[in-house]
T-cell receptor, first 114, second 112 residues
């Protein structure tokens, strides 16, 4: 079965530290890739997405992600985190097949201390 | 602005009750989804619909049913609520399959 793995369950960083959250998926065909964020008490919102083209995509709030096809990975990065980045982050993959929905990873909780 | 609304933010029901969770989107999206979100398990897909009156089972459909009579509305039904259905329920919609999904605020359901 297709799956999405987020390797870090909980990441704790100090402000200004760099962030990289791992995401790997297990589907060999063409995929659309997403990172979502859920701030405390808020609904899920899209951080960034990749459909095709430049494998380095930029999203909101200074986040970026790189699609590496050979590694089936779509890691999320931010050079310098802020306290307000404290949230839960979800990677999601959509295999480009009719009748399929997004497959979500289990999420990574990021805690940033000021 | 894109909007997905859910009928309740918090709901408390008793075991055995029939529960309706309503979701409405105002974006004329074709696809609608119901997930449940539990700590450590991420989002798990219950059902989705890619057209009016169409439905597809997701990963955990047992104990749930859905209804989509109108394009903008997607209802999740718990025929006989059980305590293991205590969870956060999220509704989402997307314009087409494969596009990004837009999420509602969620309904936190507690079954006593």
């Amino acid at each position: 079965a297709q799956s999405v793995s987020q390797h870090n369950h909980h990441v704790i960083l100090s402000e200004a530290a760099s962030l990289e959250l791992g995401c790997n998926y297990s589907y060999g065909g063409t995929v659309n890739l997403f990172w979502y964020v859920q701030y405390p008490g808020q609904h899920l919102q899209l951080l960034l997405k990749y459909f095709s083209g430049d494998p380095l995509v930029k999203g909101i709030k200074g986040f970026e992600a790189e699609f590496i096809k050979s590694k089936f990975s779509f890691n999320l990065r931010k050079p310098s985190v802020q306290w307000s980045d404290t949230a839960e982050y979800f990677c999601a993959v959509n295999p480009n097949q009719a009748g399929t929905a997004l497959i979500f990873g289990k999420g990574t909780t990021l805690s940033v201390s000021s | 602005d894109v909007k997905v609304t859910q009928s309740s933010r918090y709901l408390v029901k008793r075991t055995g009750e029939k529960v309706f969770l309503e979701c409405v989107q105002d974006m004329d999206h074709e696809n609608m989804f119901w997930y449940r979100q539990d700590p450590g398990l991420g989002l798990r897909l219950i059902y989705f619909s890619y057209d009016v009156k169409m439905k597809e089972k997701g990963d955990i459909p047992e104990g749930y049913s859905v209804s989509r009579e109108k394009k903008e509305r997607f209802s999740l039904i718990l025929e006989s609520a059980s305590t293991n259905q205590t969870s956060m329920y999220l509704c989402a919609s997307s314009l087409r399959q494969g596009n990004e999904q837009f999420f509602g605020p969620g309904t936190r359901l507690t079954v006593l």
